[in-house]
Nanobody, 115 residues
Framework: QVQFVESGGGLVQPGGSLRLSCTAS????????MAWYREFPPYQREHIAL???????EYVYKFKGRFEISRHNGNNTITLQMNNLKPEDTATYYC?????????WGHGTQVTVAA
């Protein structure tokens, strides 16, 4: 059962920005730490950032200063603002809880960074 719906991906030039959104079911969103991940084929998933139910954010070091996670409890949504995108950021981006619920991955949103 899909619990997360990601959106906002697309094709962007190097140096550009994108803002990703993820809407979760209320049951899984409420009270849980939420996070963004990305996946490179085949099946190499990487954690990017998390945000607690109280809005405290933590980042994997290499994303700090370039990506920003936000949480909107009123509509069960988290966002990921990505700036100064690089070709190596090309991946499929997912949200989930932290730690992730293994049966709840959504379809993700594809981000492609290319000139």
């Amino acid at each position: 059962q899909v619990q997360f719906v990601e959106s906002g991906g697309g094709l962007v030039q190097p140096g550009g920005s994108l803002r990703l959104s993820c809407t979760a079911s209320e049951m899984i969103f409420r009270g849980n730490t939420m996070a963004w991940y990305r996946e490179f084929p085949p099946y190499q998933r990487e954690h990017i950032a998390l945000i607690s139910k109280d809005g405290v954010a933590e980042y994997v070091y290499k994303f700090k200063g370039r990506f920003e996670i936000s949480r909107h409890n009123g509509n069960n949504t988290i966002t990921l603002q990505m700036n100064n995108l690089k070709p190596e950021d090309t991946a499929t981006y997912y949200c989930n809880t932290r730690p992730p619920s293994p049966t709840s991955w959504g379809h993700g949103t594809q981000v492609t960074v290319a000139a």
